[in-house]
């Protein structure tokens, strides 16, 4: 075979295999092969694990307080007697109350799931689910303005109202997360008798409809909702508010003001955003 024919058949070969060749010197018959680099690659989103299964599960009737770590090794915890009405009361308890620095993770939380979680301060949630939300999957609490709230992995199902409810300042994330038929994914309190600046960063979350809205803030508090690798499921209209500012009050009804990105309070791009 001749020169030009073997640098062929390997330059065939390289391309199928994702490489690229850098020639050697001129006149050389060899040439090297390099990683295909694109110029313009876009981050591959972080695959979302499929709904778990339980493995066991435990009644709850009485609060769960977390210090530290709790690893519920996916058993399901759901409430009974006091934590078991199934109601939509703000003043229910939570199932699982952290102080501040604790981690939970590895939990399914069945239905009823009374008032879900609660974070006194900066905490972590790690592949946490919900399968039937109470009236919040998990509430952020706390006074501090550096606290934060990660949600990492996860996912929650039915929650007519809100699935995250952020009433302390501070900073919550919901990453690599999953909802299914939902009123809002995140909102910071629209009336406490105490209000903050709060911040949201949503990434790589999977939301499928039913659902009306992704993020709910109050624009006259200052506070911020970012967006990025947002997926929405059987939108076809695209009904689905990325992001939905309101006046907030610390005393009756906040009032909505408007929607969509503004560059200073609700922060995405359309292609941070994709439909199927």
Not at 130 to 140: I, L, P, Y
Request: charge should be positive; charged fraction near 15%; hydrophobic fraction near 35%.
């Amino acid at each position: 075979m001749s020169t030009f024919a073997r640098f062929r058949v390997g330059f065939v070969a390289a391309s199928a295999a994702g490489m690229m060749l850098a020639a050697g010197p001129a006149g050389g018959a060899s040439a090297a092969l390099l990683p295909h680099t694109a110029p313009h690659t876009v981050p591959a989103l972080a695959r979302l694990a499929a709904w778990p299964s339980p493995n066991g599960q435990q009644a709850v009737g009485a609060t769960i307080n977390v210090s530290g770590t709790f690893d519920g090794g996916m058993k399901r915890y759901y409430g009974t007697g006091a934590l078991g009405s199934g109601s939509q009361s703000e003043s229910q308890p939570p199932v699982f109350k952290l102080a501040n620095g604790a981690v939970l993770k590895n939990v399914i939380i069945g239905a009823p799931a009374a008032d879900g979680v609660h974070c006194t301060g900066t905490c972590t949630l790690q592949n946490v689910w919900w399968e039937d939300v109470g009236e919040d999957a998990a509430t952020f609490k706390g006074t501090s303005s550096t606290q934060t709230m990660t949600i990492d992995g996860g996912g929650a199902r039915s929650a007519s109202d809100k699935v995250f409810q952020h009433n302390g300042p501070g900073t919550m994330t919901i990453k690599n997360f999953q909802v299914q038929d939902f009123g809002k994914l995140y909102r910071s309190c629209g009336n406490c008798s105490t209000q903050y600046k709060r911040n949201v960063v949503i990434q790589n979350v999977t939301a499928t409809t039913p659902g009306k809205v992704l993020a709910g803030i109050n624009t006259n508090y200052g506070d911020t909702a970012s967006f990025s690798q947002i997926t929405i499921v059987n939108d076809p209209t695209k009904k689905v508010v990325i992001c939905e500012k309101y006046k907030g009050v610390t005393s009756g009804e906040p009032t909505k003001t408007g929607t969509g990105a503004d560059g200073v309070n609700c922060l995405y791009s359309a292609s941070g955003i994709t439909y199927r």
